[in-house]
């Protein structure tokens, strides 16, 4: 058990430690990723405002029909794309990325090229 708490703690000071030197404004609102072993999801939110503006994720049901997994690269690009589509709808140009504790490595990276290649900035 108290290898799980250490781990705990360190996803923990890590998230702080990233999340301390973003935030999201109207401007450029913060695009928070949020990876699971079966799922992958993202939020973008405006934090001045305390409201998120969109959200995509492997459990919607366009996205479902889509991939076979949610928890691979290749169903972490298509939400990379999803997402830059959302953002032009919605009339954002930039975010600032919001990697928690995860590494930019594996579907963190998938997502990130996606989404740039679709026209998002950060």
Do not use: W
């Not at 996803?11 to 072993?37: M, S, Y």
């Not at 405002?49 to 997994?69: H, L």
């Not at 975010?95 to 900035?121: M, S």
């Amino acid at each position: 058990m108290d290898k799980n708490k250490k781990l705990q703690s360190k996803r923990l000071r890590r998230r702080r430690h990233v999340r301390n030197k973003l935030r999201g404004n109207a401007d450029q609102p913060r695009l928070c990723i949020q990876r699971t072993l079966k799922h992958f999801a993202c939020q973008v939110v405006d934090d001045q405002a305390g409201k998120t503006i969109f959200s995509a994720s492997t459990r919607d049901k366009s996205v479902r029909e889509q991939v076979k997994a949610g928890g691979n690269c290749d169903a972490a690009a298509l939400i990379g794309k999803l997402v830059a589509e959302k953002a032009a709808e919605a009339g954002v140009k930039a975010v600032k990325l919001d990697r928690g504790h995860n590494k930019y490595h594996g579907r963190v990276k998938a997502f990130a090229d996606a989404a740039r290649e679709a026209g998002l900035q950060f």
